[in-house]
């Protein structure tokens, strides 16, 4: 059951207040129209690119109000965080402006862009430490650090002053659109902890209680839909990493109670949705989002009827993302688009049979991208890993069915995941 008193709840002073101390610091990012989206859907899209912060996200907004609330003797002592790269690139950046040190905990499995972008931005002043193989063993890793040394935790999300420095985006978004007289009738922002959602929505409903507030989150690490729906977070037992930046296990305790009192709606995106419309940016528009950046323009593809004619604003959240990853997300994408498949198939272990297979099997304009095999001595057949990317996505039902003539007992990787994953 919910757990909420009215000091949990955050304010528009609260945020107004965060936002004269940042207005001097932090860049103020354009409230952009996009011409292409807008088209796209139908309405009037505007992008509150976040992306082009001094760390190239609005995690720095955060960080530096927190810590810039935590009394000058505590602070010079040092401060702690857990950051899946974003808030402690925030961190990083405020600590060695600042010039107070700074021991920052993340993921083993954080981009290495986004390590090297935390040092980058820390210098001297920060001390990394990689640890579990996600944010939340990392979070628990820093919270023993600051106990045994008597340090200051300074939180990714679940934190007022985090939440109302987050906050400081919508005074930001209202005031450019009271400028251009424009009325925002939905703002889209992703979900990972919360904090994000929980000061924009905080002050949305303030300023402009009409504007439908909607908060999205990879299908995969869906944390603040799991503690909506049970009435308080929760710990996921799995979740999936790949949307780094939203991938959190626990939705916090005050982000859920402002999300739950603020947001007007939860929706999550699938993984290779999220890598579709990452790519879509980055070639249509020349928009390098990372893949959480990306997750507020995902979810304008199930609203389309919904916002048809209206005047919506999406958050790019940030850009840190790694081109080692590019590979990976063209090939979720095609995955989910349904372009690109991937069979194990056992196949007769004589001369002729891939030229036969080919001819029978696939279409004129599918085509092999992957083909593993090594010919087992004594033994007719032998199984065959094969990718085929499709020339039409309509090409997959009469292709699985001469697959199925040719080895009944096929095995689509798309249904075994496990199997995917280690031979993809």
């Not at 001097?24 to 129209?33: A, D, G």
Request: aromatic content about 8%.
């Amino acid at each position: 059951m919910d757990v909420m008193t009215a000091k949990d709840l955050l304010t528009k002073e609260e945020i107004e207040k965060a936002y004269e101390v940042l207005r001097p610091i932090i860049k103020r990012t354009p409230l952009q129209h996009d011409t292409y989206l807008s088209q796209k859907y139908h309405c009037n899209v505007y992008l509150k690119r976040e992306d082009l912060q001094a760390v190239r996200s609005f995690k720095i907004r955060g960080a530096y109000y927190a810590i810039s609330q935590t009394p000058a003797a505590v602070r010079q002592r040092g401060v702690v965080c857990a950051s899946a790269g974003n808030h402690a690139q925030g961190v990083a950046w405020t600590c060695h402006k600042l010039q107070i040190p700074a021991v920052i905990f993340m993921p083993v499995t954080t981009p290495r862009q986004k390590v090297d972008q935390v040092k980058f931005f820390g210098g001297s002043a920060v001390t990394i430490k990689l640890t579990g193989d996600t944010f939340d063993a990392a979070a628990q890793a820093a919270a023993n650090y600051c106990e045994e040394k008597q340090l200051t935790f300074i939180a990714p999300f679940d934190d007022k002053h985090t939440m109302a420095g987050q906050g400081t985006i919508a005074c930001e978004i209202f005031e450019d659109a009271a400028a251009h007289d424009v009325t925002v009738d939905y703002l889209f922002a992703a979900i990972g902890g919360g904090g994000l959602i929980s000061g924009l929505a905080a002050y949305t409903k303030n300023v402009s209680s009409a504007t439908k507030v909607i908060g999205v989150e990879p299908t995969g690490a869906a944390s603040m839909a799991a503690a909506f729906k049970c009435g308080h977070p929760l710990t996921l037992e799995h979740i999936d990493k790949f949307v780094d930046g939203a991938a959190v296990k626990t939705a916090g305790q005050l982000t859920y109670n402002n999300a739950k009192k603020y947001v007007d709606q939860l929706v999550n995106v699938a993984e290779g949705h999220v890598c579709t419309t990452l790519l879509e940016l980055y070639s249509k528009e020349a928009i390098v989002a990372e893949p959480a950046g990306a997750l507020s323009v995902a979810a304008l593809e199930e609203h389309q009827a919904e916002i048809s004619g209206k005047t919506v604003v999406c958050v790019i959240s940030g850009g840190n993302n790694d081109i080692e990853r590019m590979q990976e997300i063209k090939e979720r994408s095609l995955v989910y688009e349904g372009y690109q498949c991937y069979f194990i198939v056992n196949f007769p272990q004589r001369p002729g049979a891939l030229r036969e297979m080919v001819s029978e099997i696939l279409d004129k304009d599918d085509d092999i991208t992957k083909f593993e095999y090594t010919k087992k001595v004594n033994r007719g057949k032998g199984p065959v890993l094969i990718g085929i990317r499709l020339g039409k996505r309509q090409n997959i039902r009469p292709l699985q069915e001469r697959l199925r003539q040719f080895d009944p007992y096929y095995i689509d990787l798309k249904e075994n995941q496990m199997l995917y994953e280690m031979m993809v």
